[in-house]
């Protein structure tokens, strides 16, 4: 005798995550859905990663900006900033003028192309999470930055690849 399987309709409908480890992975889940959801409409109306968005914001806000500082801005390593700059100025979104003495320091500045893309673009530029980071209290921060410390430990990551925001090509 063939086994039946069950129609959509006769399935029992899924239970409320009750066990604690399934409900903080739906929590992530929602975190890093509403990540990406800013992310494809960063992407979809400025035409540019969320990455080099915020970059790009940065370079706005503080014209003349050299490649360290715009790293040190993003908590990035400078090669990720170089990387986000390179594809900005491919992009005539940047322009990089060499400036000082020695002529080797480069200094940046938004192109007229480049404030287009930011005034089309959704806000915030930095991205949701490190948004909703900020308005976090700062006991709230110390607890979630001590609980996801030991999560980190737990999956034994590398946090070499804490350099690199989200909404770059190697975040994807």
Do not use: C, Y
Request: hydrophobic letters at 45%.
């Amino acid at each position: 005798m063939a086994t039946r399987i069950p129609t959509r309709k006769q399935q029992p409908a899924a239970a409320a995550p009750t066990e604690p480890a399934t409900r903080v992975l739906r929590r992530f889940r929602l975190v890093f859905n509403s990540v990406k959801t800013h992310f494809r409409a960063v992407e979809n109306r400025a035409g540019i990663s969320g990455a080099q968005l915020w970059a790009l914001s940065v370079i706005q806000a503080q014209p003349g900006l050299g490649v360290g500082d715009l790293a040190r801005a993003m908590d990035v390593h400078q090669s990720t900033a170089s990387n986000l700059l390179r594809a900005l100025t491919e992009k005539d979104l940047v322009r990089t003028e060499r400036a000082g003495e020695d002529r080797r320091a480069v200094q940046l500045e938004v192109t007229a192309r480049g404030a287009r893309a930011l005034a089309k673009a959704p806000g915030p530029f930095a991205g949701v999470l490190p948004d909703a980071l900020r308005r976090l209290d700062a006991r709230t921060l110390a607890r979630l930055d001590r609980d996801l410390a030991r999560l980190i430990e737990e999956l034994g990551v590398d946090e070499r690849g804490a350099g690199i925001p989200l909404g770059t090509a190697d975040s994807k």
